[in-house]
């Protein structure tokens, strides 16, 4: 029972100095260092959580953007296309977390109008499936009608906008693809081409893909690069593609290559994640900073009370309850600099 009312005692206490303080020489200049110290932590706690908050809103909104074109993981086969593997195509069926699958065909090629040219990554799809796998696809409605004009042997292509732009063609116009490596002839190796006409054009707000992708159908753009057939997968947890594509490169083997989104960008995530560790230790300084001033004030808080300490000890208190009187003082300084903090940064 004593114990129990030496505790309301300290909170009694420590309330008070907290909320008034004593109105004696030399408080003012207390209160106004513990209402700066307040002030810094609180702002520290601000800058904390605003900062934090739109660096986590401008990764978000960069990684949906990239991941609207970019599938979650992709599997190609070294040798020979996916799509011949029978129990290639049954471990991926069984793997956990798997949504949906695409076939796709990739290669780097120029894509030609008239004296202009630029350098593409073409892609051949199958309409059908893409939607499944690529959200910037998906969300658009009126490019579905153009994608289904990618069909074998059509030789149609969808353009990213800032592509379309930079060669300054629209739909129905035609351009030519051309793959480097052609077929030896007498003259040497002559390089592959192809006119497409374009029929449609995507904007999925990332630059990189809509200034360097070009849609085409599979079976085109296999004609044109000669490459193998992979899969595009999309996971039910997109955090989950790094352990998801380790998963299935052991249960593959060495003749299949699986590469998530994490590793297809990973110079730009990698530096978010710098920055991101440290703007927190930089900004943890500055609340540490305020903390250490908030600290000072309650040293000189003590120095101030002396005589009420004495006063204390005299009628009983311990040094112990004397310490809980003074943190409970600071903790209500803390406390309402962290309220008022994350109050500015929400």
């Not at 114990?3 to 008034?20: C, K």
């Not at 991926?92 to 699958?101: E, F, H």
């Not at 109008?113 to 939607?131: A, F, H, Y």
Request: charged letters at 15%; glycine letters at 8%; aromatic letters at 8%.
């Amino acid at each position: 029972m004593r114990r129990q009312a030496f505790q309301s005692f300290e909170w009694l206490i420590g309330w008070r100095y907290a909320r008034v303080g004593r109105r004696g020489r030399g408080n003012g200049f207390i209160s106004f260092i513990s209402g700066v110290s307040m002030l810094g932590i609180a702002l520290g706690v601000a800058a904390l959580i605003i900062v934090l908050s739109v660096m986590n809103g401008f990764q978000k909104d960069v990684r949906d953007r990239m991941l609207s074109v970019v599938s979650h993981i992709e599997i190609y086969a070294l040798q020979g296309d996916l799509l011949d593997d029978a129990l290639a195509l049954q471990t991926l069926k069984t793997t956990p977390g798997v949504q949906a699958s695409a076939p796709f065909v990739a290669a780097q090629a120029l894509i030609a109008r008239g004296d202009v040219m630029r350098g593409v990554l073409v892609r051949g799809i199958d309409p059908d499936q893409e939607t499944k796998v690529a959200d910037a696809l998906a969300n658009q409605s009126d490019l579905a009608a153009n994608l289904e004009q990618l069909q074998a042997g059509s030789y149609h292509t969808v353009l990213g906008a800032d592509l379309a732009r930079g060669l300054g063609v629209g739909v129905g116009d035609s351009v030519t693809l051309i793959v480097p490596s052609g077929q030896p002839t007498l003259a040497g190796i002559a390089p592959r081409l192809r006119q497409f006409t374009v029929v449609g054009l995507f904007n999925s707000g990332h630059f990189e893909y809509d200034s360097q992708l070009a849609l085409t159908s599979l079976q085109d753009a296999q004609r044109l690069t000669r490459s193998a057939v992979g899969l595009r997968l999309k996971l039910n947890d997109l955090h989950q593609a790094p352990q998801v594509a380790a998963q299935l490169q052991n249960s593959l083997g060495n003749n299949f290559v699986v590469r998530d989104w994490t590793q297809q960008n990973r110079t730009w995530f990698a530096a978010v994640q710098l920055e991101k560790r440290m703007m927190f230790i930089i900004l943890t300084l500055i609340i540490a900073v305020a903390a250490f001033n908030l600290v000072s004030t309650l040293v000189m808080s003590v120095t101030d009370k002396a005589a009420d300490i004495a006063i204390l000890r005299t009628l009983g208190a311990s040094p112990r309850s004397i310490m809980g009187i003074f943190m409970v003082q600071g903790a209500w300084w803390a406390s309402s600099a962290r309220y008022w903090g994350c109050y500015l940064g929400c």
